[in-house]
């Protein structure tokens, strides 16, 4: 078990795909490293999450443009994480669209996210000085749905359930029933659940199932481009979750400590989940979570620089 922190000493690059799902839809992935979604409409483009810095959106827009020259008019975000959220500057002109509660969440803890995420993981903040100061604000919010039409082309937002943050939505395109989910699924990577209502966040995967979706782009890890595939990431996504907080609920029932339902937790998980990317880069903060909502904390803690070293120490150190 390795004692640095997060996963500061994790640098080495990963390759990048650009796939096609169907006519104008396509998935930007990169190994595990969040996903980027593109929507090509009959007059414009919506992307789905901007990748972390500008720098990095910026090589997401040339994919785009190698397939279609129509304006970015909309970015959407999944949910508020900043490695989600800051390369928005580089859509320069196009509407950010997000969920009423994301943009409270926002308010709440968005410049400490900023903060912290940076902290943990600074390879997925390349070129991390062009961000400029601030935090992103969306243009529009919605509560639970709205229609955006892109010419012919209707892109159906949903908030359908509290799950990776209480906040997220999902981007459904019916003409080719093709899903962006976001971090509400993941595929061969670690769900991270440090800001997870894990609790609720089986009933929305219901709700994301229950869209018969033939193709979905997960937050992390390959785009799934057959009906089954879609299957296989859901269940792996909630298999995950369920053990997660299984154990955590299991251990504060028979009174034991954050360091030891860490440990019940690698033993349970470990052999299933551990060779998926970034597993031990979100153990800590999973368990941390987990731990705190099976003792009934429902809005998760907000992370912080120093909370994050000082979890860090006592359960990696």
Sequence with gaps: MSATFASTGDLGPKRVSFDRLAEGLYAYTAEGDPNTGVIVGDDGCMVIDTQATPAMARQVIARV?????????????????AVRVFGASAYAGATIIASDATRRLIVERGEQDKVSEIGRFPRLFQGADTIPPGLVWPHLTFPSAMTVWLGSREVRLMHIGRGHTAGDIVAFVPDAKVVFSGDLVEYHSACYCGDAHLGDWPATLDQLAALGARALVPGRGAALSKPEEVSEGIASTRAFIEALFGVAKACVAKGLTLKECFGATREAMDGRFGAFAIYEHCLPFNVSRAYDEARGIDHPVIWTAERDREMWAQLQG
């Design 65 to 81: 443009r190698s397939v279609t020259d129509k304006p970015i008019k909309y970015v959407v975000l999944s949910h508020y994480h």
